[in-house]
Nanobody
Framework: QVQLVESGGGSVQPGGSLRLSCGIAISEHDDLSLYCLAWFRQAPGKEREWVAFISRDGDTRYRDAVKGRFTISRDNAKKTLSLQMNNLQPEDTANYYC?????????????????WGQGTQVFVSS
């Protein structure tokens, strides 16, 4: 089990950029390198949806809507997960959540995520 805290959200104009960070607290008896880490988002009135994940092997995947604009990265030593978001559009407006699961492979389904952060809000508008 890990504890996750997101930061970096805010309000930007279309075409702008934000960098989200997720600080991760983990037991000294555990190993963050064994976790798949992901970003999800939830817009008002909509279901939570997967944005990107980075596997324990460093493999990255993105939903089609953010490919080429968002970049996910992790630093196991610093215990952080990041999401660089460029060319933001109004449809990217949502609460963004980081999630973690101690598992091989993909973690693109919310149902497999064991631990969630509290979320950080991103608002894109002119």
């Amino acid at each position: 089990q890990v504890q996750l805290v997101e930061s970096g959200g805010g309000s930007v104009q279309p075409g702008g950029s934000l960098r989200l960070s997720c600080g991760i607290a983990i037991s000294e008896h555990d190993d963050l390198s064994l976790y798949c880490l992901a970003w999800f988002r939830q817009a008002p009135g909509k279901e939570r949806e997967w944005v990107a994940f980075i596997s324990r092997d460093g493999d990255t995947r993105y939903r089609d809507a953010v490919k080429g604009r968002f970049t996910i990265s992790r630093d196991n030593a610093k215990k952080t997960l990041s999401l660089q978001m460029n060319n933001l559009q109004p449809e990217d407006t949502a609460n963004y959540y980081c999630g973690a699961v101690r598992a091989w492979g993909s973690c693109s389904a919310a149902s497999v995520i064991d631990d969630w952060g509290q979320g950080t809000q991103v608002f894109v508008s002119s």
